[in-house]
């Protein structure tokens, strides 16, 4: 029996849009498992990112629930979600948005500053230990602008992961890498969740989506369907690979 | 016709353009008209009011109908003959001269000004100043027995007012005489010079004639005559040429307590206005060098942000220069609104501050707005500002086409990096300091502007302090006086060593001095000299204080006007004595606006002039200055008369009033400044940092965070273009003060820096820029995490 890390109850969101309202997310309910890999997939427009910056609570629901520790995000005070960000969750973008100005160590550094359970050269050493492990230690003193998307999204997970959050979510990580840069990306992300680290994950990447154990696929604002899988395996590519496949077809995408 | 249509579509391109422009920068546009609405005003107010000034003073010398030269000379001296010789000149139009009686003092509720006043009878020719002081009476009422009219100079001088009694000392009696109202005396009227004319009724003045005429002795014989002579219409010299021919021709000033020229009456009475106006019109054109630094940071940051609408607008069609021609207009637009309404609110300005030199010039001014002049020079500022934007807007030609388009824009957050860490303990100290460093060129618009707004507090902030400060003033003039005396009869060694000796009793004596002062001509030419009988008090800025008895020191100005070296001979005279004398060096005095030079008392002697009149003392112990004062009243009441000066005779509370009030407008101007300035940089840092606001939100950053960050980044663009305007002020406000301060004598000014000059305007400036910063980022909460996501 897995334990339910974070969970949603008819989330709904929508924007006014010429007078009338766009219905993005309706009465979506969803649960997010400690240790999974839980994957979002869905067309353009389906509302991944939408439900994803929803859970997260950088993004507020229309109307809702979303349950995490006890608490409805929802109805947290922007004090509470910024303390969530920095501690509890993590963010990876699909366009990295590492800070221009700050190399990329002090881009890891800087919101393990805000973290006040650790001092300053605890938060260096961590750092340089993830620089190390996601192998840009080499270029910490370079500034964004200075190294590929791939170095750029590698130090963004870094950062993501610089206090130890509960659940990571990620927005289309590689949705702005090349092929290589993809793989590599995927690989540290598969690495991260074998070594206990929960993330939700949005993406309309199929090799993406087959790091996950657990795909979700989104149409229309709604959960429309669930795919449980083993943990992803080098070896089982292929044959997971036409799992998830004949499971997208049955969903229509 | 078909030409004609091409036009009009030429145009419509141009002014669709113009009008997206100005609604998609509603911010910018209202900021520059604001700033432009300040300068406009101030630029109006400041000539309309030097106009009107000028103007009044002009109309009201007309009307009392002044001659080119007025001469104060004693009765006896103004012998048949030489009145003749003056009239025959073929110089001279005319001469009307009027009987009056001196008065060696005035005094009013224990205040007393040794200046002298010179009673006339009323002439109806000078205009009644009404009670609120806005305009004048139609008619002056005759005086009735006791009765006078006195100038706005001695009502400011003495502050009394209309009812009061004020006391003169003519002919070594005290005469007491009830103010009926204040007239409007253009020659000698203003505060800024020494002698009054008042005007008594004829019966009083036919029985003071009489009744002294009877008794006084010719030594302190009140009787003296007013002598207006009006130059000939042929006569092409100046006014100062004018009368150093006709005295050499005559001999009429050097035999005549004093003159004035029309033009030397024009300038001491228009001086401290004109002080003011420079002030006020270099810190107007700071403020229009701001608005360029403004503009132009708001046209280069506008046009990185709109890379891509400018790429395509290129792509269609649209050449350079049209697109120039679209920011020329829409910045010159913003001027234009902003001049329009700041020349209206002048006139209400003009309205309340038409007066405001009453005090000091002693005429009404009208108060019509200079509308002809200052569209002028607001003419002459679209121009600076339109080739200025033709300028800044070169890089409009840079922008290719198809990067826009491709949205290969290139990185606008940062040009550099000053690799300066980012520490846990203080982070968003350290982050402000981050963004600061990486985008220094884009925030050195703003560091100069707080550097230009800081430098100018800072040098008002000098010349407030110098006003009062005993080192400074000491330094310039040689002495800071605590306590001076008014000799009655001609003093000899053996009172001045009295007087010493009693004044050690409650102080050592720090510095003294004892002087006479008297209009001597160098070369013909009337100037103020001052005699020492010790003359190594004065401190000489070149060569050396006149040692010998054929040694004199002169000012700078004296040098410019007279054309005047160190080493040069000049002949001095005085009542038909004169005698030879060289340039030993060249000192400072405010006394005569700087027109002074000065001599020993061994010198002087030459010229028949063996009297000390005065005498200065500054003390080592300068609390018991009042004391000392009325010991010396005590011991000597015979001899002297003396006086303290608790604050080393500084300026009259006129003018520290008036230097204080022109403090208050550009602290006020400056934080207006501030504020647009602010709101202008942080909105368009805002804009441009918006995608880095939201990666701190979602890093944890808390709005309060991110808003003390943005706050404490301009907090320290404050304290950078502190450190920038205070080196240029201790470099360069010297030098400006000293190049404004000439028109009153000063060519050597001394910078008195205390922590207050330094302190005062760096810190509001500080909090202005801190504050305001910390209040437009408000806008921050606005910026939602969502804005990273890419759909």
């Not at chain 2, 086409?401 to 100290?429: C, H, M, Q």
């Amino acid at each position: 029996m897995k334990n339910v890390i974070l969970s949603a109850k008819g989330l709904c969101k929508s924007y006014a849009h010429n007078g009338g309202q766009n219905h993005i997310l309706s009465h979506v309910d969803i649960e997010i498992y400690d240790g999974d890999f839980t994957v979002v997939m869905g067309a353009s427009g389906s509302g991944k990112s939408t439900l994803l910056y929803a859970l997260s609570g950088m993004d507020r629901a229309t109307a809702g629930e979303v349950l995490y520790n006890g608490e409805n995000l929802v109805q947290c005070k922007e004090k509470k979600l910024a303390a969530l960000r920095h501690g509890d969750f993590g963010f990876v973008f699909q366009q990295m948005h590492l800070v221009s100005n700050l190399s990329l160590f002090e881009n890891i550094v800087v919101p393990g500053y805000l973290n006040k359970n650790k001092n300053a050269s605890e938060i260096k050493a961590y750092a340089q230990e993830l620089m190390e492990k996601m192998g840009i230690s080499h270029i910490k003193s370079h500034l964004p602008s200075q190294v590929s998307g791939g170095e750029q999204q590698r130090c963004a997970i870094a950062r993501a992961v610089i206090n130890s959050p509960k659940l990571l979510f990620a927005d289309e990580p590689t949705g702005a890498l090349n092929r290589h840069n993809t793989t590599e990306v995927l690989n540290l992300l598969t690495e991260l969740n074998r070594s206990g680290q929960s993330i939700l994950m949005v993406t309309h990447d199929m090799r993406a989506a087959l790091r996950a154990s657990r795909i979700l696929y989104l149409e229309d604002g709604k959960i429309t369907g669930t795919l449980d899988l083993q943990p992803y395996n080098k070896e089982e590519e292929k044959s997971r690979e036409k799992q998830v496949d004949a499971w997208l077809n049955a969903m229509e995408w | 016709m078909a030409e004609c249509n091409g036009m009009v579509g030429a145009d419509m391109e141009i002014i669709t353009l113009l009008k997206g422009n100005i609604r998609g920068r509603k911010g910018s546009f209202i900021s520059i008209m604001l700033l432009m609405v300040i300068i406009a005003m101030a630029l109006t107010t400041v000539l309309s009011v030097r106009d009107n000034c000028s103007k009044s003073y002009e109309n009201a010398l007309e009307q009392v109908h002044a001659g080119d030269l007025t001469v104060i000379i004693k009765n006896e001296n103004l012998t048949d003959d030489l009145l003749e010789k003056t009239e025959n000149h073929s110089m001279v139009k005319e001469v009307v001269h009027i009987p009056v009686l001196c008065s060696d003092k005035t005094e009013f509720a224990g205040k007393t000004n040794g200046n002298r006043a010179f009673l006339r009878k009323t002439d109806d020719t000078y205009k009644l100043i009404n009670q609120e002081k806005n305009t004048y009476e139609e008619t002056i009422p005759a005086l009735e027995h006791g009765e006078i009219y006195i100038t706005q100079g001695i009502v400011t001088n003495m502050d009394c007012h209309i009812g009061d009694t004020l006391k003169f000392f003519v002919g070594g009696e005290e005469k007491a005489f009830r103010i009926k109202g204040i007239v409007a005396e253009p020659v000698m009227g203003a505060s800024v010079i020494g002698w009054k004319q008042v005007f008594i009724s004829d019966e009083d003045f036919d029985n003071l004639y009489n009744g002294f005429s009877r008794k006084v002795k010719s030594d302190i014989s009140p009787f003296y005559q007013i002598v207006q002579i009006y130059k000939a219409d042929n006569c092409e010299l100046s006014d100062g040429q004018w009368r150093r021919q006709l005295n050499l021709d005559t001999g009429i000033v050097n035999n005549a307590m004093g003159s004035l020229t029309k033009s030397m009456s024009r300038h001491y009475t228009n001086l401290f206005p004109e002080v003011i106006v420079s002030i006020l019109m270099v810190f107007i054109g700071l403020l229009l060098v701001i608005v360029l630094v403004v503009m132009g940071h708001s046209i280069s940051t506008g046009i990185e942000m709109d890379y891509v609408n400018l790429g395509i607008l290129k792509s269609q069609g649209f050449t350079q220069e049209k697109i120039r021609l679209v920011f020329v207009l829409q910045y010159l637009l913003a001027e234009l609104a902003g001049a329009a309404v700041g020349m209206l609110l002048s006139v209400p300005l003009i309205n309340s501050l038409g007066n405001v030199f009453l005090p000091i010039m002693a005429v009404v001014a009208q108060k019509s707005i200079s509308a002809g002049k200052s569209a002028a020079v607001l003419l002459s500022i679209f121009i600076i500002s339109g080739l200025f934007i033709v300028v800044i807007t070169g890089k409009i030609g840079k922008i290719s086409p198809v990067r826009a388009i491709t949205g290969g824009r290139r990185e606008i957050y940062f040009d550099s990096r000053i690799n300066v860490p980012v520490y846990k303990k203080g982070l968003s100290l350290w982050l402000a300091f981050r963004q600061f460093t990486a985008g220094k060129k884009r925030y050195a618009g703003a560091i100069l502007i707080v550097s230009i707004l800081v430098f100018f507090m800072m040098t008002i902030m000098i010349l407030g302090n110098v006003l009062n400060s005993k080192s400074a003033i000491e330094a310039m003039t040689g002495m800071y006086i605590e306590c001076d005396a008014e000799f009655k009869k001609a003093p000899d060694e053996q009172l001045f060593q009295a007087m010493e000796q009693k004044i050690q009793e409650y102080s050592p004596i720090k510095k003294k001095y004892y002087m006479t002062t008297e209009y001597l001509s160098i070369n013909g030419d009337e100037i103020y000299c001052q005699i020492y009988k010790e003359p190594d008090i004065i401190v000489a800025d070149k060569g050396r204080a006149p040692l010998y008895d054929n040694e004199i020191v002169i000012t700078e100005i004296v040098a410019d006007e007279l054309n005047l070296h160190m080493g040069d001979e000049v002949v001095v005279a005085h009542n038909n004595k004169e005698d030879e004398y060289i340039v030993s060096g060249i000192f400072q005095s405010v006394n005569d606006t700087g027109m002074v030079f000065a001599m020993s008392l061994e010198g002087a002697e030459k010229l028949g002039i063996d009297k000390i009149y005065y005498a200065g003392y500054s003390f080592e112990q300068p609390n018991q200055c009042e004391e000392i004062a009325r010991m010396l009243n005590e011991e000597f009441p015979d001899y002297l008369e003396a006086e303290a000066a608790p604050n080393g005779g500084g300026l009259e509370d006129t003018y520290v009033v008036a230097i204080n009030a022109m403090k208050f407008i550009i602290y006020t101007i400056s934080v207006v400044f501030a504020l647009v300035v602010v709101m202008m940089f942080c909105t368009k840092t805002f804009m441009q940092e918006k995608t880095d606001m939201g990666i701190y939100k979602a890093l944890g950053f808390t709005t309060f965070n991110l808003r003390l960050q943005f706050a404490l980044r301009f907090l320290i663009i404050a304290l950078a273009g502190s450190i920038l305007g205070a080196a240029v002020s201790i470099l360069c406000s010297g030098r400006l003060l000293s190049s404004i301060l000439r028109l009153i004598g000063v060519t050597r000014f001394v910078v008195n820096y205390t922590a207050d000059t330094f302190f005062i305007p760096v810190s509001l400036i500080c909090v202005c820029f801190f504050l305001f910063a910390l209040l437009v980022s408000g806008k921050m909460k606005r910026v939602a995490v969502r804005e990273l996501v890419t759909e």
